[in-house]
């Protein structure tokens, strides 16, 4: 039986075949909108660019390899293929999500998806006691971030899909602080696995992009429909740049992953911390599963600010030189973020801080820089 493939080998390799036409190494950008039929009926496989293209399915069938499933499908971003999982659903139905979760869907949640009767509980899912008391009849989905933005909670994602896979509910499972290169929630269990390809897979702060993959054919034939008929795809140049960024996705993650593991342990002796966020230290509520879970621990670290105001909270990130205040994450240089005014900003103050997002906390997304700059950017600022 032949020996399947590396990681790093289908990250360069896998949906990239030479170019029938000319050979080229390089998938091409097939910036089209249409292709000619030989007769009405007789194609190459491609009719119109919304439905497929040439790009486009190499970026899926790569992703597919990278998170052991049989399809992927690409999004025009992040939130468009969370709207897209929440297509499936009917009025009626009801949604289990992770408390600690991004504030852009929990927007989609609250926002758009309550005015067509579908419900959402906000559970603590690193607890799956907690999950198996909110079950009711009417839950459909459980959406689960591990590790969680911004908080770096731990859900098991095999024991969720234990629990509600024989009770006909979906589990889908926001992959995008851990990658594939470091998580496959499809090989414990999950049934859907999300990605913002914008953060890690494309790894370099220059493109939109989203993507859902799964094991199930059923499921991928009812994405893809949802994917023709709305329309939110990705175009070829933006799936050329992300194909382009995978090839070094297993390069990248070991030193994002090196680089939060020293700043984790930095800020933790620091006197000015209140409290360190990251899964890789022992102590930690979900190291263990983590430890199971993931190959390495991520490039993400949250921190709080001992008995700082806002306006201190602010003052210290804008001292930082390297760590650059931004939204978004997983590029290759050290962003900050101030994720109650920032990307949770939508979220009630007082679930903000109920979950434990207070103005004095700061997430950083560490980047490949040299660690030493790193640290000496952090201590300078302190």
């Known amino acids: 039986m032949e020996k399947e493939q590396g990681f790093g080998t289908k990250a360069i390799h896998a949906g990239q075949a030479a170019d ?8 091409p ?25 040439p790009t486009r399915l190499a970026l899926e069938q790569n992703i597919a390899a990278l998170e052991c499933a049989e399809k992927a499908l690409c999004f025009s971003s992040g939130m468009a293929a ?24 929990y927007r989609l949640f609250k926002q758009q998806y309550e005015r067509y009767k579908i419900s959402f509980k906000f559970v603590d899912l690193s607890d799956v006691d907690l999950l198996r008391s909110a079950i009711s009849k009417q839950t459909k989905l459980i959406w689960i971030e591990t590790p969680s933005n911004p908080l770096l909670k731990i859900s098991d994602i095999a024991a969720i899909a234990d629990l509600v896979n024989s009770r006909n509910i979906l589990l889908a499972a926001d992959n995008t602080f851990a990658s594939p290169y470091l998580q496959n929630p499809l090989v414990e269990g ?12 494309g790894g370099h702060s220059d493109v939109i992009m989203g993507a859902l993959a799964t094991k199930s054919e059923s499921l991928a034939k009812q994405l893809y429909s949802i994917q023709n008929n709305s329309g939110a795809i990705p175009g070829p140049q933006d799936c050329y740049l992300v194909l382009r960024g995978i090839k070094t996705l297993h390069l990248r993650m070991e030193r994002h992953c090196a680089n939060a593991e020293s700043i984790a342990k930095f800020l933790k002796q620091h006197p ?18 983590a430890k199971r879970q993931m190959r390495a621990f991520g490039g993400m670290v949250s921190f709080q600010l001992r008995n700082a105001s806002q306006k201190e909270t602010f003052d210290f990130m804008s001292k930082l030189r390297l760590f650059t205040i931004a939204q978004s994450l997983g590029g290759v240089e050290s962003l900050c973020a101030h994720p109650a005014s920032m990307s949770h900003a939508s979220v009630p103050k007082e679930e903000r801080e109920r979950q434990g997002i207070k103005d004095q906390l700061i997430r950083l997304s560490v980047g490949v820089e040299d660690i030493d700059d790193l640290i000496q950017d952090l201590e300078q600022a302190f």
Request: glycine share 8%; charged share 20%.
């Open 29 to 53: 950008i097939y910036q089209t909108s249409t292709y000619v039929h030989e007769y009405p009926g007789k194609h190459k496989g491609y009719e119109y660019s919304r439905s497929e293209n």
């Open 82 to 105: 969370v709207d897209s999982v929440l297509k499936l659903l009917e009025p009626g139905d009801e949604v289990i999500a992770s408390a600690d979760l991004y504030g852009g869907t």
């Open 190 to 201: 999950a049934d859907i696995v999300m990605h913002s390809v914008s953060k890690y897979l």
């Open 272 to 289: 000015q911390v209140e409290a360190v966020y990251w899964p890789g230290f022992v102590e930690d509520d979900g190291h263990e599963i």
């Open 20 to 27: 029938p036409a000319t050979s080229a190494i390089m998938t």
